[in-house]
């Protein structure tokens, strides 16, 4: 008798257990449908804007767009107090993350100075994108999303955990702007962290970022971000050779990075330093594109049309048409001297804290770094060593190797780079170092010590 007790007890356990298991996720993923398409409308409204900005601007020379651009955003981060607004909108959504879970943080929690932000940093990087400044796209998109999942757990209408409220968002817009959902999922799981994925986040996520990647499909077009599935052919390929190459390209784009990111660093600490104390920080944008405007004035007339447009104003678009024109023979000197002039723009751009986002700079110049590579060791195939130094700049610069991989794969639509790509990620990460360009970014585990002899 007692053992028939049991028996239906544990049976009724069982059923409580799935019943909880069952309502924890069925609520989880209502509020990823809503997030969803939520996020995905507010996309596509966010990319018409971008169109108007860029319109906009298309009526004025190309070296006086910037200086307007950074005078605005200057202008409304003194007169709103919105300091926010600078920078590249990843490292806020990384120290929202962080500092949320205290007490009493010092970030904005009340829902009008969030929206204010938000708008703010919106209009900032429409304006400084169609202006014509290098400018990636995922910093609105990641405090778009991350701010609506904020405001769901706010709500308290839903039995939501805030951290996967705004993982959950902000993977939705993010996953939109990169055109890869499971990507873009990855990427806003990942990017928070030294040594670490929110794993917990991916599953709403994933569902919420396809969402709303469908539903910018519908007014879009569904089209990877980088549209060489068709035009890449390796039947020809020496398999052997690009392997041992793509181990040297790892190693060199890692140490590339490595350099890249020191002096970047360096240049923005003491130029913020110098602002903050003598004239105030909320100038230092309409300073950096004033000599944005002065360099591409003086450097423009002598790169051709066919390559004006990796300083004015670039996007994925271009960043195809870029990777077909580089299969006809240009000369390494060339490629050398357009990563130069690159590395340039993006001092004068993210340095001066523009908002500015950092993946598309970071793909653009992973592009010309893998040019550059594959034009001296292998130029049958030069845009293989593209798509490896897109993933390998990406994910060495951000700590992120797991979502460069995933992200260019994505992105691509060519699983079959899946090894080489993964291969040249993970040396770039390991050889760039443990620093990263998000400085807000935690070690979850401790840190290795260093022991000396």
């Known amino acids: 008798m007692a053992e028939?007790?049991?028996?239906?007890?544990?049976?009724?356990?069982?059923?409580?257990l799935q019943r909880f298991w069952l309502n924890k996720y069925l609520n989880l993923i209502l509020v990823s449908i809503i997030l969803g398409v939520l996020s995905g409308f507010l996309m596509v409204g966010f990319f018409y804007l971008?169109?108007?900005?860029?319109?906009?601007?298309?009526?004025?020379?190309?070296?006086?767009?910037?200086?307007?651009?950074?005078?605005?955003?200057?202008?409304?981060?003194?007169?709103?107090?919105?300091?926010?607004v600078?920078?590249?909108?990843?490292?806020e959504f990384v120290e929202d993350v962080h500092i949320l879970k205290k007490v009493q943080p010092n970030v904005p929690t009340k829902s009008f100075e969030r929206l204010k932000n938000l708008i703010g940093k919106t209009l900032a990087t429409s304006w400084t994108f169609g202006s014509g400044v290098i400018c990636g796209l995922e910093g609105p998109g990641l405090l778009i999303g991350g701010n609506l999942g904020y405001l769901f757990y706010k709500s308290e209408?839903?039995?939501?955990?805030?951290?996967?409220?705004?993982?959950?968002?902000?993977?939705?817009?993010?996953?939109?702007?990169?055109?890869?959902?499971?990507?873009?999922?990855?990427?806003?799981?990942?990017?928070?962290?030294?040594?670490?994925?929110?794993?917990?986040?991916l599953i709403p996520s994933i569902l919420a970022s396809t969402i709303a990647y469908f539903i910018y499909a519908a007014f879009f077009g569904l089209d990877p971000f980088l549209?060489?599935?068709?035009?890449?052919?390796?039947?020809?390929?020496n398999y052997t050779y690009f392997i041992i190459l793509t181990v040297l390209f790892g190693i060199f784009s890692?140490?590339?990075?490595?350099?890249?990111?020191?002096?970047?660093?360096?240049?923005?600490?003491?130029?913020?330093?110098?602002?903050?104390?003598?004239?105030?920080?909320?100038?230092?944008?309409?300073?950096?594109?004033?000599?944005?405007?002065?360099?591409?004035?003086?450097?423009?007339?002598?790169?051709?049309?066919?390559?004006?447009?990796?300083?004015?104003?670039?996007?994925?678009?271009?960043?195809?048409?870029?990777?077909?024109?580089?299969?006809?023979?240009?000369?390494?000197y060339f490629l050398l001297f357009l990563i130069f002039l690159f590395l340039i723009a993006l001092f004068l751009s993210i340095g001066t804290l523009n908002s500015a986002g950092i993946i598309l700079p970071l793909i653009l110049l992973g592009s010309l770094l893998g040019g550059f590579f594959g034009i001296i060791f292998y130029p049958e195939h030069v845009e293989l060593f593209v798509i490896l130094g897109i993933a390998s700049v990406l994910g060495a610069?951000?700590?992120?190797?797991?979502?460069?991989?995933?992200?260019?794969?994505?992105?691509?639509?060519?699983p079959i780079l899946f090894i080489p790509v993964g291969i040249s990620t993970i040396l770039a990460y390991i050889f760039s170092g443990p620093s990263s360009m998000i400085a807000t970014q935690e070690y979850i585990y401790e840190k290795a010590k260093i022991s000396t002899p």
């Open 397 to 414: 610069a951000i700590n992120n190797p797991i979502t460069a991989i995933v992200i260019v794969i994505e992105m691509t639509w060519f």
């Open 254 to 332: 890692g140490l590339f990075v490595l350099l890249f990111m020191g002096l970047l660093r360096g240049f923005t600490n003491k130029l913020s330093g110098f602002f903050r104390d003598k004239l105030g920080l909320w100038i230092l944008p309409f300073f950096g594109t004033i000599l944005y405007s002065i360099f591409l004035f003086l450097v423009i007339p002598y790169i051709g049309t066919e390559f004006e447009k990796i300083l004015i104003r670039p996007d994925s678009d271009y960043l195809t048409q870029f990777t077909n024109q580089i299969n006809v023979p240009i000369a390494w």
């Open 227 to 237: 549209q060489l599935h068709e035009s890449i052919n390796v039947v020809n390929l």
């Open 86 to 91: 600078m920078g590249t909108g990843a490292a």
């Open 50 to 84: 971008l169109m108007l900005f860029e319109w906009g601007f298309s009526f004025l020379p190309f070296f006086i767009s910037p200086i307007i651009a950074g005078g605005l955003t200057s202008f409304i981060v003194k007169v709103s107090k919105c300091d926010r």
């Open 157 to 201: 209408r839903f039995d939501v955990e805030r951290e996967l409220a705004t993982f959950t968002g902000a993977s939705a817009c993010t996953g939109v702007i990169l055109r890869s959902p499971i990507g873009g999922s990855l990427f806003c799981a990942e990017l928070p962290y030294n040594n670490h994925i929110k794993y917990r986040s």
């Open 4 to 16: 028939n007790i049991d028996f239906f007890q544990r049976i009724k356990e069982f059923f409580q």
